[in-house]
């Protein structure tokens, strides 16, 4: 079983910034893709950035350039540095790591963190 723990969210004000953080913790687990999504109220989950473990990354294009994923493979953990927030930006943020654990494929969600970007 794969555990993801995230910090970082919080209240800021538009233009200010944040950095998320997420790790991950169990035994016998390979990652194989980390990634961010975000989800408001009366809507979908949608992607935010994602990496590979062969350091593909990818953004949404309403962030591209403002938020930036990163992965620190020996601490299991994957940040979300975001710069420039908008009040478009308020959400809660959850993480995603994908791989296998004990040879059996996995996907799994991190407990969510709330981001709040105030005018």
């Known amino acids: 079983q794969v555990t993801l723990v995230e910090s970082g969210g919080g209240l800021v004000q538009a233009g200010g910034s944040l950095r998320l953080s997420c790790t991950a913790s169990?035994?016998?687990?390979?990652?194989?893709?980390m990634g961010w999504y975000r989800q408001t109220p009366g809507k979908r989950r949608e992607p935010v950035a994602t990496i590979t473990n062969g350091g593909t990354i990818n953004y949404a294009p309403s962030v591209k350039g403002r938020f930036t994923i990163s992965r620190d493979n020996d601490k299991n953990t994957v940040y979300l540095q975001m710069n420039n927030l908008t009040p478009e930006d308020t959400a809660v943020y959850y993480c995603n790591f994908i791989g296998r654990v004990e040879g059996a494929p996995y996907n799994t969600w991190g407990q969510g963190t709330q981001v709040t970007v105030s005018p």
């Open positions: 169990g035994s016998n687990f390979m990652i194989h893709s």
